[in-house]
């Protein structure tokens, strides 16, 4: 079991990287940094041990092998491209943790799910795709609506929407 940020992060250090990040799918590298911090706060207010978890927008699987590695008992890895979701399959299948993973090749937006705890994500800000960023976040609040964690860029839009 991990005992500190710190250490999560530099186990997150591990996480393969985009070969070819999609400019047009807003795919960056999650520094393990922002990722642990997401992660332990969840950890924290108890959103993450023994919860079901999604991970919208997985990429590789930053964050959902944080989850795992917190005790998550099922993380759901969600993500529209078919390339970064086989990187995150490749990886997170071999690590030694019994919890089921499922990996689902889907956009956010058409896509619903019951009986998630904690929605956990780095969405696309929506440079390319105006507005994809609130997509993200409505569709976690109405999948989870007492626990999501997101990494995401302020605006007004998503102030109102997350204190709503």
Same mark, same amino acid.
């Given at each position: *079991?991990?005992? %500190? ?5 530099? #186990? ?15 795919? @960056? ?7 642990? $911090?997401?992660?332990?706060? !969840?950890?924290? @207010?108890? &959103? ?6 999604? &991970? ?10 944080? !989850?795992?590695?917190?005790? !998550?008992? $099922?993380?759901?890895? #969600?993500?529209?491209?078919? %390339? !970064? ?6 990886? /997170?299948?071999?690590?030694?943790? %019994?919890?089921? #993973?499922? @990996? ?8 619903? /799910? ?6 956990? *994500? ?5 440079? @390319? ?36």
């Amino acid at each position: *079991m991990v005992r %500190n940020k710190k250490e999560l992060e530099i #186990i997150l250090e591990k996480t393969p990287k985009f070969k070819s990040p999609s400019k047009k799918l807003e795919q @960056y590298i999650c520094d393990s940094s922002i990722a642990s $911090e997401l992660l332990w706060n !969840a950890y924290i @207010y108890g &959103d993450i041990k023994d919860r079901i978890i999604a &991970d919208f927008g997985c990429g590789t699987g930053i964050l959902s092998y944080g !989850a795992l590695i917190l005790g !998550a008992k $099922e993380v759901l890895c #969600i993500d529209i491209d078919y %390339n !970064a979701l086989s990187i995150a399959k490749k990886f /997170l299948g071999n690590i030694p943790i %019994n919890f089921p #993973i499922h @990996y689902i090749c889907c956009d956010i937006r058409k896509i619903s /799910l019951r009986s998630i705890d904690t929605v956990i *994500m780095n969405p696309p800000f929506g440079v @390319y795709i105006r507005g994809i960023d609130m997509k993200f976040l409505e569709q976690a609040f109405e999948m989870s609506p007492l626990s999501v964690y997101s990494i995401h860029k302020y605006n007004p839009k998503s102030h109102k929407l997350i204190t709503k």
